[in-house]
């Protein structure tokens, strides 16, 4: 069975501690349980799983388990728990359909039409959001405001058009922010141009309705007003907020009622372009908030609890020199990573102080827009042109270097999916293909 811990955010200094007593007592050659990737950013929200014995070199041959043939190219990172894997995708007659597919053949399940109306824009479309799973329903968004609820035979649970209700979403690059779920509740942030107002809305994710519906006011303009950031939570005196990053500020909203509890800028300075978006979604880890300005603006670390205006006062560090346009942060074994993918380096700080302890040119020229991976000891990232570089989280030092374009390399040909690490595998989404890669074979 695999690990039902995935919502819980654990402690995983405990996990490690009550591991290390359980060897102590005998019983070292117990297997760790698998882990699943239930959301974007995985089952700690930070990028990081505690799988282990994962390849660091394959290649479109090598150590494949499978390769699933997608309908359509999209930038949806694919969602494991257990033997099911979820996707969304745009098909050829330019429908929005979310697939599961069988994690130990690849083979295709079922496949749901949720919306039609695909769209693309530079390098975006509208199957740009990851769905969501607590391990029996799957939650799936797409750039069309539509929002769907599933069980796992593929039944619909409850349908809603976002965009339809609440406005146009008026985004430059179409909406790409992917739903959270955490503690039985699912929220989605809209981030978006006037006329109507950007939002955060928290829904029962049991009958698609409303526990609350927040307005988020900003005085930023234009394109700076629109954000493909996902929400985080964080708990600060046993209550939990959600972190929402964008309109060039970063707020705490009350989970309980969507209240607006603090806010803080400073993620856009003039030096830079002043009317520009917003990417990177918040990390939250060991009392800090991490949030990134749009296009390398500074990268800024904000102490958890705070109340009112925390601009100054709530700011712990901040770095101008390294920051990032697109790729969210990576939080892994005690490391703060941070990856420009404009500029091809990792750099590695230290979470409290913001020392960099060590940067890593990537030895590749392609661009990276997909998130950093940690699992295993090591880092995955993935560039627009399909080329995964894998690092030693310890150093930096690149351990492999892999080619898995397929020959398309127009704006439709890129890749901008996160590598998921589940269940002993990697799963890699290229534009045609979703790639299932291990060190042995599935049982």
Not at 183 to 201: A, C, I, K, N, T
Not at 309 to 323: C, F, Q, R, V
Request: net charge negative; charged share 20%.
């Amino acid at each position: 069975m695999g690990s039902r811990r995935a919502l819980l955010l654990p402690n995983r200094k405990g996990i490690l501690s009550t591991m290390a007593a359980i060897c102590l007592f005998g019983v070292a050659t117990m297997p760790l349980p698998a882990e699943n990737w239930p959301q974007w950013r995985g089952p700690f929200l930070n990028g990081s799983t505690t799988e282990t014995n994962l390849p660091d070199t394959f290649s479109k041959t090598e150590n494949v388990l499978w390769a699933a043939p997608l309908p359509g190219p999209g930038h949806a990172t694919p969602i494991i728990w257990e033997d099911a894997v979820f996707i969304n995708s745009p098909d050829a007659d330019g429908n929005l359909v979310l697939l599961c597919l069988d994690r130990q053949t690849g083979k295709v399940r079922w496949q749901k039409q949720v919306a039609a109306g695909n769209k693309t824009n530079g390098r975006n479309n509208m199957s740009s959001c990851s769905p969501v799973t607590d391990g029996k329903t799957v939650w799936t968004m797409f750039g069309t405001g539509d929002l769907a609820a599933y069980d796992f035979s593929g039944k619909e649970l409850w349908t809603r058009h976002l965009a339809k209700e609440y406005g146009r979403f008026v985004i430059n690059w179409l909406y790409g922010c992917s739903p959270l779920l955490y503690q039985d509740r699912l929220y989605v942030e809209v981030l978006r141009r006037g006329p109507d107002d950007s939002f955060v809305l928290c829904v029962d994710p049991k009958t698609g309705s409303n526990i609350w519906q927040h307005v988020r006011p900003t005085d930023a303009s234009g394109e700076s007003q629109e954000a493909y950031s996902t929400p985080m939570p964080c708990s600060c005196g046993g209550k939990t907020q959600i972190v929402v990053v964008g309109g060039d500020y970063v707020t705490g909203e009350d989970a309980d009622t969507g209240e607006e509890l603090w806010r803080g800028g400073g993620l856009r300075n003039f030096r830079h372009l002043s009317d520009s978006r917003l990417v990177p979604s918040p990390v939250i880890a060991d009392g800090m908030i991490y949030v990134c300005g749009a296009k390398g603006n500074p990268f800024l670390a904000f102490h958890q609890c705070g109340s009112g205006d925390i601009t100054s006062n709530g700011l712990a560090w901040s770095s101008k020199e390294y920051s990032t346009d697109c790729v969210t942060p990576l939080f892994y074994q005690d490391k703060l990573l941070m990856l420009n993918g404009d500029r091809q380096l990792m750099v590695c700080f230290d979470p409290t102080s913001g020392e960099v302890k060590w940067k890593q040119p990537l030895g590749v020229s392609d661009i990276f827009r997909a998130s950093p991976t940690g699992a295993d000891g090591k880092i995955y990232c993935f560039s627009e042109r399909a080329t995964v570089v894998v690092l030693s989280a310890t150093d930096g030092k690149v351990l492999s270097t892999i080619a898995m374009n397929e020959g398309d390399q127009s704006d439709e040909g890129l890749s901008h999916s996160t590598i998921a690490a589940a269940q002993g595998c990697l799963f890699v989404r290229t534009p045609n293909h979703l790639y299932c890669i291990g060190k042995h074979s599935l049982r």
